[in-house]
């Protein structure tokens, strides 16, 4: 997420991004476990600690909308590297008028 700066030019307004799915595939011939966290300063908090995903399969990680302040960090890892795509869909709200 972009970190605010009004006085920028053009100005960075604070925004807030409403994360409302996360997919996640697993194309390979094996189980993948993944993990996903948010980082926000200097705190760490786990989502999913070794979720495991099926080989083959798409699973949803999300059943409620994930909020994430500004300049908050959402990182995934995965296991092994080259099994898994990661799909993110969110809105980002921009708070107050310039």
Not at 68 to 94: C, G, P, R, W, Y
């Amino acid at each position: 997420m972009p970190t605010a700066n009004p006085g920028a030019t053009p100005p960075v307004p604070p925004t807030t991004d409403v994360v409302k799915s996360i997919l996640v595939c697993n194309d390979s011939g094996s189980t993948t476990l993944v993990d996903l966290e948010v980082v926000r300063s200097s705190a760490t908090f786990e989502l999913f600690k070794a979720k495991s995903v099926a080989t083959n399969t798409t699973t949803e990680l999300l059943s409620q909308p994930l909020v994430l302040q500004e300049s908050d960090v959402l990182k995934a890892q995965a296991n092994a590297a080259n099994q898994v795509h990661i799909i993110v869909s969110f809105m980002e709200v921009t708070k107050g008028q310039l």
